[in-house]
């Protein structure tokens, strides 16, 4: 098969892999969303404030709870465990405090979303993750860009990804799951 042929049939395996078009591609070159693209976005926002706030109501409600048994629990005995409670009290509100600088750090780039380019040789892998009986729960897909371990949202995505080949990809920072919005051979 001649090469261009190649080339374009891995074209459209990566568009239909990320879902976007030579329109969206063309946006993520200038550094735009295309409105299809938006909508993505906000779907990964609105899944990452569910679960955040979920989270915070529950470290909160968890820290209140720690503080006001250490400090006004009037029960015989209680003043020689009230420094321990307190210690234990104050290791919760830190950890929350960390967790809560984590997830504003994490939403901060889909709220001002940037687009990202990167470009280069990509290795790719995937990894089967089990649990502590090691039962086989799923497959986790990865690649590393450089340095940095990242991974695909979806098995399509691995599969349309051919390890040791040089891609250029616009993303927008997530974690590990970079949003990739656009991907092409080069």
């Given amino acids: 098969m001649p090469e261009f042929l190649a080339l374009d049939k891995m074209s459209n395996d990566l568009k239909s892999a990320f879902q976007f078009s030579e329109e969206e591609y063309l946006l993520n070159e200038s550094g735009c969303l295309s409105p299809n693209q938006k909508m993505r976005l906000n779907s990964h926002l609105k899944i990452s404030r569910r679960g955040g706030n979920l989270f915070l109501f529950i470290m909160g409600a968890l820290c209140l709870a720690s503080f006001g048994f250490s400090l006004f629990a009037n029960v015989q005995g209680i003043e020689q465990a009230r420094p321990f409670l307190?210690?234990?009290?104050?290791?919760?509100?830190?950890?929350?405090?960390?967790?809560?600088?984590?997830?504003?750090?994490?939403?901060?780039?889909?709220?001002?979303?940037?687009?990202?380019?990167?470009?280069?040789?990509?290795?790719?892998?995937?990894?089967?993750i089990k649990n502590r009986y090691r039962a086989t729960l799923g497959t986790a897909y990865y690649f590393r860009f450089r340095w940095r371990i990242y991974q695909f949202e979806t098995k399509e995505q691995f599969k349309s990804i051919k390890s040791g080949k040089t891609y250029r990809f616009h993303v927008i920072r997530n974690g590990r799951v970079p949003i990739i919005l656009s991907a092409k051979a080069i």
């Fill in 86 to 128: 307190l210690t234990f009290s104050s290791c919760v509100l830190a950890i929350f405090g960390g967790v809560y600088l984590h997830i504003y750090f994490q939403r901060r780039h889909l709220k001002r979303p940037t687009v990202t380019c990167f470009e280069g040789k990509l290795k790719t892998w995937s990894k089967d």
